[in-house]
């Protein structure tokens, strides 16, 4: 319905253009009205097209109709010299319409310049939780309770209206991910919410921040696939993306930020997507370990602080999930079963730890039942060392 508006529109446009052009030789800003003509000429409206289109068509006509009632005026004024007659009012008519013509003609020129390719393969940098489901089970282990904080504070009737921004703060290994991706999936804001982005940053702690990826990466998943040529500028980018997502009730989650890298590409993102001046219930989340950032990016008065897991039982259950996920012993195992209670006290509350000692500790009880004495007692104070192994690794991820 809005492509076969846009096109009556356009051809509107057109029509009139080449007619009042026969009429009015000196059409005020005549080749502002050329140059947008061409570009709509070259461009093919689709479902796809972003629905601003229809605003920036109608502008046009508009602007059309009124520089052939200027042109009509400037006949019946015999005046000369630079200003050509021209009033105080229509030059401030003028120029609000040259405005309005460079603004269009910017933005059909840049809807032209997205041309739409198979998906890259190589793209690595986001992955999206519905494509993990199978393999999340052990994170959703006692987290009931944070997950309707969650859904609370992106809950409207429940908070302010409007856009929503929530930072999911806590130290590393607490589930700041995977509660996270608990919201993300959850049927609540699968049916709230769509599109639904996932975005994770976590490798960029190995470099660069490449805010030119990220955008691209958003793109593909808001627009079922589809990614773009390598000489569209971030620009672009960030206009299309902002065009895809207006109007629609989105959700769309920052895994991972450390830093906001001087601020600059966060500020890019906000602006272009115009989260200061949304009045729909579109949420952001994010999750980071470090409070001065999610102060920054989204208010003091919207972070949730991470909780450990206190449920004893459901730290065992994400540790026994693990334990099925190496297939190397039984969550039975009789040893296993004796170190329950110090498994427990060691992975104080914080998921990550319940999810690495398995690792180690399957493959030495493995060791302690099947191999030599030796082995054994390798096997055994590899076990010990596995409890301080798991420590350093909360602290590094």
């Given at each position: 319905?809005?492509?076969?508006?846009?096109?009556?529109?356009?051809?509107?446009?057109?029509?009139?253009?080449?007619?009042?052009?026969?009429?009015?030789?000196?059409?005020?800003?005549?080749?502002?009205?050329?140059?947008?003509?061409?570009?709509?000429?070259?461009?093919?409206?689709?479902?796809?097209?972003?629905?601003?289109?229809?605003?920036?068509?109608?502008?046009?006509?508009?602007?059309?109709?009124?520089?052939?009632?200027?042109?009509?005026?400037?006949?019946?004024?015999?005046?000369?010299?630079?200003?050509?007659?021209?009033?105080?009012?229509?030059?401030?008519?003028?120029?609000?319409?040259?405005?309005?013509?460079?603004?269009?003609?910017?933005?059909?020129?840049?809807?032209?310049?997205?041309?739409?390719?198979?998906p890259s393969s190589s793209s690595t940098l986001a992955v999206t939780p519905t494509q993990e489901k199978a393999s999340i089970s052990y994170r959703l282990h006692g987290f009931d309770d944070q997950l309707?904080?969650?859904?609370?504070?992106?809950?409207?009737?429940?908070?302010?209206?409007?856009?929503?921004?929530?930072?999911?703060?806590?130290?590393?290994?607490?589930?700041?991910?995977?509660?996270?991706?608990?919201?993300?999936?959850?049927?609540?804001?699968?049916?709230?919410?769509?599109?639904?982005?996932?975005?994770?940053?976590?490798?960029?702690?190995?470099?660069?921040?490449?805010?030119?990826?990220?955008?691209?990466?958003?793109?593909?998943?808001?627009?079922?696939?589809?990614?773009?040529?390598?000489?569209?500028?971030?620009?672009?980018?960030?206009?299309?993306?902002?065009?895809?997502?207006?109007?629609?009730?989105?959700?769309?989650?920052?895994?991972?930020?450390?830093?906001?890298?001087?601020?600059?590409?966060?500020?890019?993102?906000?602006?272009?997507?115009?989260?200061?001046?949304?009045?729909?219930?579109?949420?952001?989340?994010?999750?980071?370990?470090?409070?001065?950032?999610?102060?920054?990016?989204?208010?003091?008065?919207?972070?949730?602080?991470?909780?450990?897991?206190?449920?004893?039982?459901?730290?065992?259950?994400?540790?026994?999930?693990?334990?099925?996920e190496e297939k190397l012993i039984s969550i039975r195992n009789p040893i296993l079963l004796k170190m329950k209670d110090d498994i427990v006290d060691q992975c104080d509350g914080l998921p990550l730890a319940?999810?690495?000692?398995?690792?180690?500790?399957?493959?030495?009880?493995?060791?302690?039942?099947?191999?030599?004495?030796?082995?054994?007692d390798l096997a055994a104070r590899r076990i010990q060392e596995a409890w301080r192994y798991s420590k350093k690794v909360l602290m590094i991820t």
């Amino acid at each position: 319905m809005a492509a076969d508006i846009a096109r009556f529109l356009r051809d509107k446009f057109i029509n009139n253009f080449e007619v009042e052009e026969k009429e009015h030789p000196e059409l005020p800003l005549h080749s502002y009205f050329t140059d947008i003509k061409n570009i709509l000429e070259d461009y093919t409206i689709t479902p796809s097209t972003p629905i601003q289109i229809n605003n920036w068509l109608n502008n046009l006509n508009t602007a059309l109709t009124d520089c052939c009632i200027l042109s009509e005026e400037l006949k019946t004024q015999t005046k000369k010299g630079p200003l050509q007659g021209y009033s105080l009012s229509q030059l401030w008519l003028l120029r609000t319409t040259k405005n309005l013509l460079h603004k269009i003609r910017k933005n059909l020129h840049l809807l032209t310049r997205i041309k739409l390719v198979k998906p890259s393969s190589s793209s690595t940098l986001a992955v999206t939780p519905t494509q993990e489901k199978a393999s999340i089970s052990y994170r959703l282990h006692g987290f009931d309770d944070q997950l309707k904080h969650i859904e609370a504070m992106l809950n409207p009737c429940e908070s302010s209206p409007g856009f929503k921004k929530v930072a999911i703060v806590g130290m590393g290994g607490s589930g700041k991910t995977a509660l996270a991706r608990m919201v993300f999936l959850n049927w609540q804001a699968q049916d709230s919410f769509s599109p639904t982005i996932w975005i994770s940053l976590a490798e960029t702690l190995k470099g660069d921040l490449d805010f030119e990826q990220i955008v691209m990466e958003m793109l593909m998943q808001c627009s079922t696939g589809e990614t773009f040529e390598k000489d569209v500028s971030l620009e672009e980018l960030l206009f299309i993306l902002g065009s895809r997502l207006e109007g629609k009730k989105y959700l769309i989650v920052l895994d991972g930020i450390w830093h906001i890298n001087r601020d600059w590409w966060y500020l890019k993102l906000k602006e272009a997507l115009q989260w200061d001046f949304k009045g729909d219930e579109s949420a952001l989340i994010i999750t980071t370990r470090v409070s001065k950032v999610a102060e920054r990016m989204v208010g003091k008065n919207n972070l949730y602080q991470m909780q450990p897991i206190m449920d004893r039982e459901s730290c065992w259950s994400i540790f026994t999930d693990a334990v099925k996920e190496e297939k190397l012993i039984s969550i039975r195992n009789p040893i296993l079963l004796k170190m329950k209670d110090d498994i427990v006290d060691q992975c104080d509350g914080l998921p990550l730890a319940a999810k690495t000692l398995p690792k180690i500790i399957s493959k030495h009880i493995y060791q302690i039942q099947f191999f030599s004495p030796e082995l054994r007692d390798l096997a055994a104070r590899r076990i010990q060392e596995a409890w301080r192994y798991s420590k350093k690794v909360l602290m590094i991820t």
